[in-house]
């Protein structure tokens, strides 16, 4: 009997993070470029070495799935030069090899985790959730910034112990600018997190859905630096 290559959880949580996918099976490339897409992330998929390292040094990502049987660059020689360039960029390996030697060679190589197929979309999804918080100093898996608390595994919002109704674009976008509280995000920074390769951006888009998280939240929640970015204060962060 052929053997499912992933399953999808019974109820998906999500990880709305930017992924880059690297995957040269059409068939399994194409699924993890849905799922992923369903579970709320942005995603954009490569099928080669080379065309995923030239992505990633012109693209900000949020995690890497990264297959190792790759052609024209293998995906470990993919890794060790992302590594050599000093790119902390988070990366699981997902692969068919499964032996103990091929896991020791992924993670020494620098991989942040590894999991063999056929796996569980639910567990990927997690997985992915726990690397992104690793590498930004975030072991808790809640973001709360002043009275604001997110919960990115259940996708919920709260504003003074209120649920908050928010869009999956605004969402996205609270998410971004309180895991980098204290920091200043342009609105290309911003329009990488929220959108993929080929998707149309209006001129003013990050504009409304700031707005809107101000109408939602508290107006002075999200600072403005004009011609510069956007940015939640640190000494909101709690």
């Excluded at 390292?53 to 293998?74: I, M, Q």
């Excluded at 980098?180 to 290309?188: E, F, I, K, S």
């Excluded at 390769?197 to 409304?208: D, F, L, M, Q, Y």
Aim: proline share 5%; aromatic share 4%; charged share 30%.
């Amino acid at each position: 009997m052929e053997r499912t290559l992933f399953a999808f959880p019974a109820a998906a949580e999500e990880t709305h993070v930017r992924v880059l996918v690297v995957e040269d099976d059409p068939l399994l490339g194409d699924a993890l470029h849905a799922g992923l897409r369903e579970l709320g992330n942005v995603v954009d998929w490569v099928r080669d070495g080379v065309a995923a390292a030239g992505a990633l040094e012109v693209e900000s990502y949020d995690a890497v799935v990264l297959d190792l049987g790759l052609p024209r660059l293998s995906g470990l020689d993919m890794l060790q030069r992302l590594r050599a360039r000093e790119d902390r960029t988070p990366v699981l390996i997902l692969t068919a090899r499964d032996t103990v030697s091929d896991r020791i060679k992924g993670l020494d190589a620098g991989a942040d985790d590894y999991l063999i197929k056929p796996f569980d979309m639910g567990e990927l999804a997690a997985r992915l959730r726990a690397i992104v918080r690793r590498r930004a100093g975030q072991p808790a898996p809640l973001l709360r910034v002043g009275a604001c608390l997110l919960d990115p595994a259940a996708r919920t919002v709260t504003f003074q112990d209120k649920p908050v109704d928010l869009s999956a674009r605004e969402f996205t976008l609270l998410e971004a600018l309180m895991r980098n509280a204290g920091r200043v995000l342009t609105r290309a920074q911003l329009e990488q997190a929220l959108y993929a390769w080929g998707e149309e951006v209006e001129s003013n888009a990050i504009e409304v859905h700031v707005h809107h998280l101000r109408r939602k939240l508290a107006p002075a929640l999200i600072q403005t630096l004009r011609g510069v970015g956007y940015l939640i204060p640190r000494d909101e962060a709690a």
